[in-house]
């Protein structure tokens, strides 16, 4: 039977944290087995937001490395760069045509845009689930693992997919949001959404010496105020991130911390050793990939080519039923 195909994306934000991979890499390298899995690092949806893009071919390159260091596999699926396959903005440009201004505009992400960048309300911000749309049905995926975040996006993309098919006859079918039933990742802060530009993210790609010196800035169960006042660890997040990666259930750190048998420093140490032997085998992957800038260039440049060619036929597809040819 054939597999359904999956395609996802995100904006090439350089070098990936833990959360990015507990939320979403993990679980796409999983989903390769299952499916026909494209991913996407979508450079042109990065330019609604960036005005100096000094750093983007630096930061495409950053997380592809972490991409395959963590176990995405360019024989099983297609890695590629957006703007590597211009067909998108093509198809971009058609379906704007057919997309009412008034369904864009009420866009959660767009009004918090607006909010977050004022001075930068540009006409590609608004066609951002557009452009998104366009990703997804140009090869005509079906299944789109996302964060919750991106659900309204998908509301849209299937909307834009029943009009295009009602006006122009069949041609695309509707895509489905995946949510990752991984829970939001908050950052050593305790309180954020662990994010690059919080600053309170572990990335792979630091050494342990780094993740030590990191993790020792982290917040920890805040009621706890000397090292003698007994912990609560349901309400400390140092406890909590180490659950991602090792089962605590056994090792007794929650016993010894509710009775302040064991300090906050040395559950930090605990949690940095923890992620340190997680990641060991995805840094040496990606410290090797590093060696070979030619390797990557080549499986950029093989997933353009693998996405292209299915780009072409829906682009000739969506043409002869628009009439365009
Ligand atoms: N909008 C997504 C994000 O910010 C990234 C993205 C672009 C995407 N195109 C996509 C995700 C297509 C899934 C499918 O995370």
Same mark, same amino acid.
């Given at each position: 039977?054939?597999?359904?195909?999956?395609?996802?994306?995100?904006?090439?934000?350089?070098?990936? /944290?833990? *959360?990015?991979?507990?939320?979403? !890499?993990?679980?796409?390298?999983?989903?390769?087995?299952?499916?026909?899995?494209?991913?996407?690092?979508?450079?042109?949806?990065?330019?609604?937001?960036?005005?100096?893009?000094?750093? !983007?071919?630096?930061?495409?390159?950053?997380?592809?490395?972490?991409?395959?260091?963590?176990?995405?596999?360019?024989?099983?699926?297609?890695?590629?760069?957006?703007? /590597?396959?211009?067909?998108?903005?093509? &198809? /971009?440009?058609?379906?704007?045509?057919?997309?009412?201004?008034?369904?864009?505009?009420?866009?959660?992400? =767009?009004?918090?845009?607006?909010? &977050?960048?004022?001075?930068?309300?540009?006409?590609?911000?608004?066609?951002?689930?557009?452009?998104?749309?366009?990703?997804?049905?140009?090869?005509? +995926?079906?299944?789109?693992?996302? *964060?919750?975040?991106?659900?309204?996006?998908?509301?849209?993309?299937?909307?834009?997919?029943?009009? =295009?098919?009602?006006?122009?006859?069949?041609?695309?079918?509707?895509?489905? *949001?995946?949510?990752?039933?991984?829970?939001?990742?908050?950052?050593?802060?305790?309180?954020?959404?662990?994010?690059?530009?919080?600053?309170?993210?572990?990335?792979?790609?630091?050494?342990?010496?780094? #993740?030590?010196?990191?993790?020792?800035?982290?917040? #920890?169960?805040?009621?706890?105020?000397?090292?003698?006042?007994? *912990? /609560?660890?349901?309400?400390?997040?140092?406890?909590?991130?180490?659950?991602?990666?090792?089962?605590?259930?056994?090792?007794?750190? +929650?016993?010894?911390?509710?009775?302040?048998?064991?300090?906050?420093?040395?559950?930090?140490?605990?949690?940095?050793?923890?992620?340190?032997?997680?990641?060991?085998?995805?840094?040496?992957?990606?410290?090797?990939?590093?060696?070979?800038?030619?390797?990557?260039?080549?499986? !950029?440049?093989?997933?353009?080519?693998?996405?292209?060619?299915?780009?072409?036929?829906?682009?000739?597809?969506?043409?002869?039923?628009?009439?365009?040819?």
């Amino acid at each position: 039977m054939k597999k359904s195909r999956i395609f996802s994306g995100a904006r090439p934000t350089g070098r990936q /944290h833990i *959360g990015n991979y507990l939320g979403a !890499l993990q679980n796409w390298v999983k989903l390769q087995d299952e499916y026909d899995c494209i991913y996407c690092i979508v450079d042109i949806h990065a330019l609604t937001s960036l005005e100096d893009t000094g750093n !983007l071919q630096k930061n495409i390159r950053e997380m592809i490395l972490d991409w395959l260091a963590v176990g995405l596999d360019p024989k099983k699926s297609i890695l590629f760069v957006q703007s /590597h396959v211009p067909e998108v903005m093509e &198809l /971009h440009t058609l379906l704007s045509m057919i997309t009412p201004l008034s369904w864009l505009l009420r866009v959660p992400t =767009f009004k918090d845009k607006i909010k &977050l960048q004022p001075e930068n309300v540009n006409y590609g911000l608004v066609g951002y689930p557009v452009l998104m749309t366009s990703d997804i049905v140009l090869y005509k +995926a079906t299944v789109v693992p996302v *964060g919750e975040d991106q659900l309204p996006h998908l509301e849209l993309a299937r909307e834009i997919t029943r009009r =295009f098919n009602g006006l122009f006859g069949y041609t695309f079918p509707e895509p489905n *949001g995946k949510l990752t039933n991984y829970p939001l990742i908050i950052g050593l802060d305790g309180k954020d959404k662990m994010s690059k530009q919080a600053g309170n993210d572990i990335e792979l790609a630091m050494t342990e010496e780094e #993740t030590i010196k990191k993790i020792k800035t982290a917040y #920890t169960d805040p009621a706890r105020r000397y090292r003698s006042d007994p *912990g /609560h660890p349901d309400k400390c997040n140092v406890y909590k991130l180490m659950g991602y990666f090792e089962s605590t259930g056994g090792n007794g750190i +929650a016993e010894k911390c509710r009775k302040a048998e064991i300090g906050c420093v040395d559950c930090k140490m605990i949690l940095a050793e923890v992620i340190n032997k997680a990641l060991r085998p995805i840094r040496q992957r990606r410290d090797e990939l590093a060696t070979d800038p030619r390797y990557i260039d080549e499986v !950029l440049a093989d997933g353009a080519d693998r996405a292209r060619v299915i780009a072409r036929k829906t682009l000739t597809e969506v043409k002869k039923n628009m009439r365009l040819i």
